[in-house]
């Protein structure tokens, strides 16, 4: 059974920091594409980082500079490093696995940016 699980949100204030960890089990996280999304109250879900099997990185062109996605394929787990955040990132955070045959989801991670 394929289970990825989200941690690391939480609440912070402006200008703070956040790590989110995606474990991954049943499965080989590194010979996926990782995807972390987001979504925010009354928003649509919305791509924040790729980093595929070959260790490339994308991220949404309003977050670069901020948000870092790295591996650890001994862990087997997928990081969002979060810097600098705003109020506008709060949002429920989901990791996805997907090898273009089958997308897995994690159940998501709350965080929450406010002053």
């Known amino acids: 059974q394929v289970q990825l699980v989200e941690s690391g949100g939480g609440f912070m204030q402006p200008g703070g920091s956040l790590r989110l960890s995606c474990a991954a089990s049943?499965?080989?996280?590194?010979?996926?594409?990782a995807n972390w999304y987001r979504q925010a109250p009354g928003k649509q879900r919305e791509l924040v980082a790729t980093?595929?099997?070959?260790?490339?990185?994308n991220y949404a062109d309003s977050l670069k500079g901020r948000f870092t996605i790295s591996r650890d394929s001994a862990k087997n787990t997928v990081y969002l490093q979060m810097n600098s955040l705003k109020p506008e990132d709060t949002a429920v955070y989901y990791c996805?696995?997907?090898?273009?045959?089958?997308?897995?989801w994690g159940q998501g991670t709350q965080v929450t940016v406010s002053s």
């Open positions: 996805n696995a997907t090898n273009n045959r089958r997308t897995y």
């Open positions: 049943g499965i080989i996280f590194s010979m996926y594409t």
């Open positions: 980093i595929t099997t070959g260790g490339r990185k």
